[in-house]
């Protein structure tokens, strides 16, 4: 890779040529975006915010949903004109989308204006698809399972204070609705002594919020045979001197185990706060979307959770309408969510994901009903959201600043290590510091305070 690497940069030269790097979907693929950032830097190349004046665009695509998929076929689509007005214009395209051979072919055969295609898995090759183009290939494409990016890649971080450190590649669980092992391949671990590495030398360089990424973080270390690794790992992170906090998702309600939770409460760099994808109150539909877990099952983690804290916070995912979910299903869901008062909830309609075992399922209920269920889950959680919410007032919270409040002039904006956003009088010198707040107000979607 690093004589590709140099080649590129003996054409681009130092620094003049400006690359245009756009990310979709989840933050793993954010973070494959800041490896390939980090490559194009190594190649010479610096970075631009407008399209038009790029002389490389990388299209870094997500496959979850199919509409998804639709709107990036329109951005490429629409970047024909670009490549008229500049024909040395290099058009590129990663991620999910391209690890599908049927997509890399349709791109290959409909999109001239692409100059290559490189898979998830494939990224080590995109240097020399790059340079192959640069040196008058038409079009390349590699969409390979390979190992993942190397240890070295360096990255080009989107934030200076925030940093997403993937522990893990890759899935093993086959939901029926999901496509992403399909696309992302089986499950393979970083090893550990690189992670510890890797954040020690992040928190030196002043980051203050570390998120560990993994489809299923809980079944880190399982390909090597590894009982409770991740709990393991956490302690590790937790013992690195430094001022900073923990995050981590996925976490798969199959694989939460006690030790990790018990890690959670044991580590005070880890945050006070799990995001536990639900997806379907009813045990039912939780056998077709093949989790592996039931309704009771899932109750029985939290409760263990509730009974060290019962303020404890926690956030879910939720698919409303699954093939054939009925009234009853839907209200399996609405059942649970009153029991466990998630802080949040991030809900999405079912939509069908061709080459997923659930597109192939017959399903009668009508959009209409899934609509209306939709718009009653929200209604449910905003109340219980606000009413959650009370709980922080009067209480300080610890608040990493993340930006100016895009709601209240002269506020900014943080996550308390619960993932609450709070609110509070300050300006931008603040962003990326932790401050105490104490909470004076709540809504439904945030708290409120003054700076301690
Ligand atoms: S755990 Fe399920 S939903 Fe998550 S990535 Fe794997 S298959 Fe998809």
């Not at 890779?1 to 590129?8: D, F, L, P, S, T």
């Not at 009982?227 to 996925?250: C, H, Q, T, V, Y």
């Not at 939720?318 to 009925?326: A, D, K």
Request: charged share 30%; net charge negative; hydrophobic share 35%.
């Amino acid at each position: 890779m690093e004589r590709y690497i140099n080649e590129i940069r003996q054409i681009v030269g130092d620094g003049e040529k400006l690359a245009y790097v756009r990310s979709f979907g989840c933050q793993l693929n954010i973070s494959d975006g800041e490896k390939i950032k980090g490559m194009l830097k190594n190649a010479g190349y610096s970075f631009t915010d407008d399209e038009n004046k790029a002389d490389i665009i990388i299209l870094n695509t997500c496959a979850v949903r199919e509409n998804a998929e639709d709107r990036v076929f329109g951005i490429v689509g629409s970047m024909k004109k670009l490549k008229e007005i500049k024909p040395s214009l290099i058009i590129g395209i990663s991620g999910c989308m391209t690890a599908q051979e049927h997509i890399a072919e349709k791109i290959k055969k409909s999109y001239p204006q692409v100059d290559f295609v490189v898979g998830t898995s494939a990224l080590s090759s995109m240097p020399k698809l790059l340079l192959d183009c640069l040196n008058g290939q038409k079009f390349g494409a590699d969409i390979a399972e390979y190992e993942d990016f190397s240890e070295e890649a360096e990255q080009v971080r989107e934030s200076g204070f925030k940093a997403s450190v993937p522990i893990m590649f890759g899935c093993n669980n086959f939901c029926t609705y999901c496509i992403v092992p399909y696309v992302r391949g089986r499950e393979r671990s970083r090893r550990q002594e690189d992670i510890v590495s890797e954040v020690k030398n992040l928190v030196h360089n002043g980051y203050k919020e570390i998120m560990l990424l993994g489809q299923n973080v809980n079944s880190y270390g399982n390909d090597s045979g590894r009982k409770n690794a991740f709990p393991e790992l956490l302690r590790e992170l937790n013992n690195i001197e430094g001022d900073f906090i923990i995050r981590f998702m996925s976490s798969h309600p199959k694989d939460a185990s006690k030790e990790l939770i018990d890690t959670i409460f044991e580590c005070d760099k880890v945050a006070k706060h799990l995001h536990l994808p639900l997806q379907s109150g009813s045990s039912d539909v939780l056998n077709r979307m093949n989790r592996r877990y039931t309704a009771e099952k899932y109750l029985e983690t939290v409760d263990y959770i509730r009974s060290k804290d019962s303020q404890f916070s926690l956030t879910t995912d939720l698919i409303v309408g699954f093939p054939n979910e009925s009234d009853e299903d839907f209200q399996a869901t609405l059942d649970i969510i009153k029991r466990v008062k998630f802080d949040n909830i991030y809900s999405f309609i079912y939509s069908k994901r061709s080459g997923t075992k659930a597109a192939e399922m017959t399903d009668f209920t009508s959009d209409e009903v899934k609509g209306q269920r939709m718009r009653k889950l929200l209604e449910f959680q905003r109340e219980i959201s606000s009413e959650n919410y009370r709980r922080f007032i009067g209480r300080k919270m610890r608040v990493l600043v993340d930006d100016v409040s895009k709601k209240r002039d002269g506020f900014v904006s943080g996550k308390s290590n619960e993932f609450i956003i709070v609110e509070f009088e300050g300006d931008k010198s603040l962003i990326g510091q932790f401050v105490d707040v104490e909470i004076i107000d709540s809504m439904n979607w945030a708290v409120s305070g003054r700076m301690i």
